[in-house]
């Protein structure tokens, strides 16, 4: 008996976010955006990006694996988090986590 195992991965090398998408899309480009950086990062592969592309409030995201997450240029992507972080870092010691041109409102301690 011969068994295959793989792993599976999401399907996005690059996932896109968008105040007007919707977190039921699959995150690519062209009316496909997702709303959330969180549903974003469920459908985007290890090393990948995630891209902002309109300007507006995003929610609070954790980030698990190797990845960069983005404002494109000309974007004011924001996001606010009333309480706690506005981005939690919980990937590994040797990911590679790039936060880049994302305006962050967080409490202060």
Do not use: K
Not at 44 to 52: H, K, S
Not at 97 to 109: E, H, K, Q, Y
């Amino acid at each position: 008996m011969l068994i295959v195992s793989t792993t599976v991965y999401a399907q996005n090398n690059r996932s896109f976010v968008s105040t007007t998408g919707s977190d039921a899309n699959n995150c690519t480009a062209g009316n496909n955006e997702c709303r959330s950086f969180t549903r974003a990062m469920a459908v985007t592969n290890p090393g990948g990006e995630i891209i902002a592309i309109t300007s507006g409030g995003y929610g609070a995201f954790s980030v698990p694996m190797s990845v960069t997450v983005m404002g494109a240029p000309g974007v004011a992507a924001s996001l606010s988090a009333t309480s706690g972080s506005g981005i939690s870092i919980i990937a590994g010691l040797t990911d590679h986590v790039v936060i880049r041109a994302l305006n962050i409102n967080a409490p202060v301690a």
